[in-house]
């Protein structure tokens, strides 16, 4: 399966917003703190046109599926095993991320997100990666081939 990576779209944050709004209200207090991350959250970046949400919970025994699945979302448990820190969800157009108490992964996409927003020339470079390995490879390739950069760039920032 290709992948599709598109210039940034001026409408991703509202998108975010609006249904940030909606998994505010379905979760209630459980919900941490929610943020728009990945590469539709970088203004001027290209990307997957998909909406990423990363959320902290308090814990995940207590992490409302049903409520999510209300909204749309399905639960990709069978990512439970390989990924024990992160639950994943999506439906079309969004993918959402759950962590218990910001995690360090959580905070990896947060810190990832900034970095890009603050950093035109590394932005611009990891659009660029993109946009080539989207018309080169499938989408298993796509990942891994970029993993790196990101691999890079997150060590960078843990490291301060």
């Known amino acids: 399966m290709s992948v599709e990576v598109v210039e ?5 944050p509202a998108r975010f917003t609006a249904e940030a709004d909606q998994i505010r209200a379905a979760l209630g207090p459980e919900l941490r703190r929610i943020d728009h991350v990945g590469s539709t959250s970088v203004p001027g970046l290209a990307a ?3 909406i990423d949400i990363a959320l902290s919970v308090e814990a995940f025994d207590t ?16 990512y ?11 439906k079309l157009g969004y993918h959402l ?4 108490q910001e995690h360090e992964e959580f905070l990896d996409y947060v810190r990832f997100r900034d ?4 950093h035109d020339e590394d932005r611009d470079a990891y659009g660029t990666l993109k946009l080539r390995l989207a018309q080169d490879h499938e989408r298993a390739e796509y990942q891994n081939a970029k993993s790196a950069f990101v ?6 920032l843990r490291r301060g």
């Open 97 to 100: 991320h759950a962590y218990e």
């Open 63 to 78: 992490l409302d599926i049903e409520a999510l699945e209300e909204l749309g979302y399905r639960y990709a448990c069978a």
């Open 8 to 12: 940034y779209d001026d409408a991703w």
């Open 48 to 50: 997957k046109p998909i």
């Open 80 to 90: 439970d095993e390989q990924l024990p820190n992160r639950r994943h969800f999506s």
């Open 151 to 156: 691999a890079r760039l997150v060590e960078m």
């Open 115 to 118: 970095y890009l927003r603050t």
